[in-house]
């Protein structure tokens, strides 16, 4: 007599379990990619041709896009004629704000120049025949305010200033790059403008 053959029966297979690394790097990118949204900071051009970074630019500025920001257009691939035309008129107009804000701030630095000498006789609200002690604590608050604030505007023109060298050193590197990292001859990588305050002079003064 044949016994009967019983089918063996299959084990189930052991559910996979999710890969926790794995879901955490998805976390972590999705992290990533909010607080990089949220993170964006407006870039602005203003008057002065130097470039603002926030949401509250200077009065007259315009809107050149966002810094880290993944909505951002991309910049338009200009022809080589046009990109030309375009970087020798930024290239001026950066010359241009150099040369306004280096005599604003020597028109600065002279105020300082006076007001430091300053002398009692020398001030129209000290009256002569009462030199007493209100006056003269009077006088040197007076002169005390005003240096101050011809200070802080000395060190704005600065910084001004420190940000169009650095507009300028990113244009010529944008230049250069176009033109297979070499700047073409016809392009002017220089400042000539003997009365500007130096980079160096500004790096120096926002120290």
């Known amino acids: 007599m044949c016994g009967r053959i019983t089918p063996t029966a299959k084990k189930p297979k052991p559910r996979s379990r999710p890969d926790r690394s794995t879901g955490l790097a998805i976390v972590l990118s999705l ?13 602005w051009k203003t008057p002065d041709g130097t470039l603002f970074f926030g ?13 880290g920001s993944d909505s951002q257009p991309p910049e338009p691939v200009l022809s080589l004629k046009t990109f030309s ?5 930024s290239r ?3 010359e241009q704000a150099l040369r306004r804000n280096s005599d604003r701030l020597w028109a600065i630095r002279d105020q300082l120049d006076k007001v430091e000498s300053l002398k009692p006789k020398d001030d129209p609200e000290f009256v002569m025949s009462e030199q ?8 040197q608050a007076r002169k005390a305010e005003t240096f101050r604030r011809l200070r802080e505007a000395e060190r704005r ?8 060298w650095k507009s300028l050193d990113e244009l010529n590197s944008k230049v250069a790059s176009r033109y297979d990292g070499k700047s073409p001859d016809w392009w002017q990588d220089k400042v000539n403008c003997q009365n500007c305050a130096t980079r160096e002079e500004a790096e120096d003064a926002l120290k």
């Open 132 to 139: 007493g002690t209100t006056d003269l604590a009077a006088f």
């Open 85 to 89: 035309a375009k970087a020798s008129q």
């Open 157 to 164: 023109s600065y910084s001004v200033i420190a940000g169009l």
């Open 31 to 43: 992290l990533v990619v909010a607080s990089a949204s949220a993170q964006a900071i407006q870039e």
């Open 92 to 94: 001026n107009e950066l």
């Open 55 to 67: 949401d509250r630019p200077p009065a007259g500025s315009t809107r050149v896009g966002e810094v």
